[in-house]
């Protein structure tokens, strides 16, 4: 499954995309963030 995260550059996305990556491996994930 492919998954559109926005802002996981932030404290609570990065931590969202570690739970994902930690409960569904083989999942793809695809992070937009501005970075400002």
Do not use: C, Q
Not at 5 to 31: C, K, M, Q, W
């Amino acid at each position: 499954m492919k998954l559109l995260v926005t802002g996981g550059a932030g404290f609570i996305g990065s931590n969202y995309i570690r739970h994902v990556l930690d409960e569904y491996p083989d999942y793809h994930i695809i992070n937009l963030d501005k970075l400002t």
